[in-house]
Nanobody, 123 residues
Framework: QVQLVESGGGLVQAGGSLRLSCAAS????????MGWYRQAPGKQRELVAA???????NFADSVKGRFTISRDNAKNTVYLQMNSLKPEDTAVYYC?????????????????WGQGTQVTVSS
């Protein structure tokens, strides 16, 4: 099995910074794209940022220039550095990962999600 465990959420004042981490563990052959999503109350889950295995990235327009995403392949971990936080960034942040596993001799790609971590930005 595979688990994604997030950490680093919390309460911060507007203009502050937080760094989220998400570590994947378990039966992993390799990891393709890793990403961060967020969901605010009453809103749909939206993509915040993603990083591919070749380290190319993409960001939601609302976070460009403020957030960066990086990964440590040796640790199967993805990070989201959030700077200049705004109250509208308040949400539960979820990581996901496209994980390649070998199951019964067959290689397949599976999508996994973390449990979510709350980020609250006060004005």
């Amino acid at each position: 099995q595979v688990q994604l465990v997030e950490s680093g959420g919390g309460l911060v004042q507007a203009g502050g910074s937080l760094r989220l981490s998400c570590a994947a563990s378990g039966s992993i052959f390799s990891i393709n794209t890793m990403g961060w999503y967020r969901q605010a109350p009453g809103k749909q889950r939206e993509l915040v940022a993603a990083i591919r295995s070749g380290n190319s990235t993409n960001f939601a327009d609302s976070v460009k220039g403020r957030f960066t995403i990086s990964r440590d392949n040796a640790k199967n971990t993805v990070y989201l550095q959030m700077n200049s936080l705004k109250p509208e960034d308040t949400a539960v942040y979820y990581c996901n990962a496209e994980i390649v596993r070998v199951v019964l001799g067959l290689r397949g790609t599976y999508l996994y999600w973390g449990q979510g971590t709350q980020v609250t930005v006060s004005s």
